[in-house]
Structures are given as C-alpha cells and as structure tokens.
C-alpha cells in the first residue's frame, strides 16, 4: 500500500486545523523543527513511525488513525418501501419472492432481502451455499428444514446459521410468511481477510 495514497500529511493537518495548533505549536510539543512538520503534512516527508508516534500523542490520535481508511460520509443507500426491486434468486424457482433491500453499491460482502413465502408453493428443495444466513421473521410462522432437523419460527423469532448446512424453509400459517434475510458471503469475507492482512 502506497503510504501517500493514504495522505498522512494531510491528515496531520487536518488534525492541527482542528485542534487550533499552528505549525510552530506542534513543533515545540513534539521537539521537532518546524520545517519538518511543513514537510510531512505537504507529503514531501513519509516520517518513520516514531516520529508519526510523537505527532499522534500530541494531537491526541492513536498513530493507527493515519493508516485508517478514510470514512466517506455519503456513502449510505435508501430504498423507500415501495421501491423495492423484486430480483432472481435460486429460490424464486421454488415459489420465494425476493425484495432487495438496500444494498451498498461494491459491496458483495452481505445481501438484505425480505422473503416472502407463499403456502404450499415451494418445493421441497434443500439449498446450501458458502457464508452464513440471519433471519428474522416479522410476518407469519415458518417451517425451516436444516439438515435433518424441522424449526418452527413464529412472528419475531430469528436465527443465524451456516449456509453451507442443506436448509429449506415453507409458511405453515395458512397465509404467506415475511422473512428479513440477511446472507454473509463466506468467500468473500475471506477475501477481506487476505487483503487486510496484506495492507
């Protein structure tokens, strides 16, 4: 990882600006000449760590913030209920409706939908896949199948799992059940893992 990528420098200033300290403020506080401070928020300087450490203490940071990904604050998506989007899954050929909800663009980490399931029109078909699964069922009672073992969920009960365990779920209420689905995708979880561990 690109060190000026992450833009120390202009952290280190931001954090000055903010705090009220001007250049020669954090020179005196850290022991440092007032050049060099100039020149590591101008990214003209990568400063070794000891030095970021003493700038961090005296503007009251860890020293991890610097490398810390920057926080995009219009980065949040809405869906208003009636815009939600019907979309394909495996299990909409058993009788699932699927309505996604909102979805965080470049993200394949997790998936949020609401699952309605008709009674007596899904096949019996068990479904396994890599990640983990949350459900919380906010309307009707349901019949989940996991493996060999039957569950029965009421309105408000909720469950996690493995999604790799063969799962099946069909409405026992004599009218259509409302599940909030969320599915973690195991590989991709992986991936993260790997690519922060090589940061």
Known sequence: MDDVDINIGGRVKKLRNDRNLTLQ???????????????????????????????????????????????????????????????????????????????????????????????GTSEK????????EFMFLSEGTISLYLNNEKIILKEGDSIAFNSKIPHYAESISGDSSKILSVRMKGQDIKEVIRNAAKA
């Open 125 to 132: 078909k068990l479904f396994s896949h890599e990640g983990y």
């Open 25 to 119: 403020d954090v020179a005196n506080f850290t022991g440092f000449s007032k050049a060099l401070i100039s020149q590591i928020e101008n990214n003209v300087v990568m400063p070794p760590i000891s030095t970021l450490s003493k700038i961090a203490k005296v503007l009251n940071v860890k020293m991890t913030y610097f490398f810390e990904e920057e926080i995009d604050y219009s980065d949040y998506y809405i869906v208003r209920k009636n815009e939600r989007k019907f979309v394909f899954k495996e299990g909409a050929k058993h009788g699932y409706l699927y309505e996604e909800l909102a979805h965080i663009k470049n993200n394949d980490i997790f998936e949020t939908f609401i699952v309605t399931i008709k009674p």
